[in-house]
């Protein structure tokens, strides 16, 4: 791999028609680095990417290629040095793919000189790498999406640089290419490559990018490794949605699982419904309730708990206990005054052990406070029982004074959303999908 200059911004400002779209954004880019940049639709993210290109000149800052002011610098010089890969690319003519891919190497040749062997080498070499060689004698006219978006990209690899910038290459690629292309450019980066690449796709860029930066509204919002950067709290800030980030089972990069928006966050008017749960049996639930139009709560909860892990990710109100521990009866008290405000109970068809069995006289408490209880029970009670039988007899005592066992969720989020609960409902006529 060549070597070549870095390239530094500082404190880059980037308008159109006077109007601000990067404000104030940094970035020194080295041999090797993988930087992803994401953010949501409009964040500036491909206006900061064309002024690091020399393609959109800053109203404000600086960008540096080797010390010197990339505008201030011959662009056959600067595309000598770094290429471009652009969100949609105009191939309105006839070239055939080879021919398009050998435009990369303009830079390197003289005024009206024309390739020679070196340059066919390097654009034969490229289209391997961006697996279109099979392609060379095709019109670009007449390739799909996909074909078009892997010969630019061999055009840019053909330009043999030392730094590529892509916005959102792989777009237009199927799951196998965009795998391969990103292996492809991860491995060039070990060999002394920079990339800056804008991403879409949070866990692509959290399992090949060495660096992150997250925009919003133009400006830096996070910066840094996918372990410091991806966190629930700023993608929830950014893009304004609930998400679970895990460990990835192979890579143990982190892995983002987005949640719909919740109810609550809709400004939802139904039913105030607390969820008794844990193990993960509440997770689905909640997010269904929530898509109900419900506005949901839920405890006692351990915290690393999968259902925890949920609740906090959409929002909900939660009482929470330490991990593995019984729940104390400080958190018990403090599950009973959130039902005392709610309107209605649900409780999941979780397993039952000495830790979370106070739980259930939490539901318990709840008929007679005039709630409304709904039993999910989708296996029995029996088989969910790990305290030698006394889960199963609160679980009677429920159904004896009014809650209202359900077989089907359907019916269970059915009901729910349509109950009106007013106090001393916690009995009634029994709903379809119920049983005594």
Known sequence: MKEWKVLEARGVHAAYDGEDVVAGLGLVVRPGDFIGILGPNGSGKTSFLKALSRALRPREGVVLLGGEDIYSLPARQVARELAMVPQESQLAFGFTALEVVLMGRNPHLGRLQGAG?????????????????????????????GERQRVIIAQALAQETGLLLLDEPTQHLDINHQLSLLDLLSGMCGQGLAVIMVMHDVNLASQYCRQLIIMRRGREFARGTPTEVLTAPNLREVFGVGAIVTRHAVTEKPHVIFLPPSGEAAGAPGPRVHL???????????????????????????????????????????????????????????NLEVIRVSDAVVVSDLHVGPGNLVNLEAALQALRWGKRVYLLSLRSIEERDHTGGEATAIYRRLLEEGAVEMRDREALLSVVKAAAVAPGAGSGPRPAGSRE
């Open 117 to 145: 062997p070196r340059d066919l080498e390097a654009a034969r070499l490229a289209m391997e790498r961006a697996n279109v060689w099979h392609l060379a004698d095709r019109p670009v006219t007449e390739l799909s999406g």
């Open 276 to 334: 008794v749960c844990g193990g993960a049996s509440g997770a689905s639930l909640m997010r269904e309730l929530l898509e109900a139009g419900c506005y949901v709560s839920a405890g006692v909860l351990n915290l690393g708990d999968g259902d925890a892990e949920v609740g906090s990710a959409l929002g909900l109100r939660m009482v929470t206990e330490s991990p593995f521990s019984r729940v104390s009866p400080q958190a018990h008290a403090a």
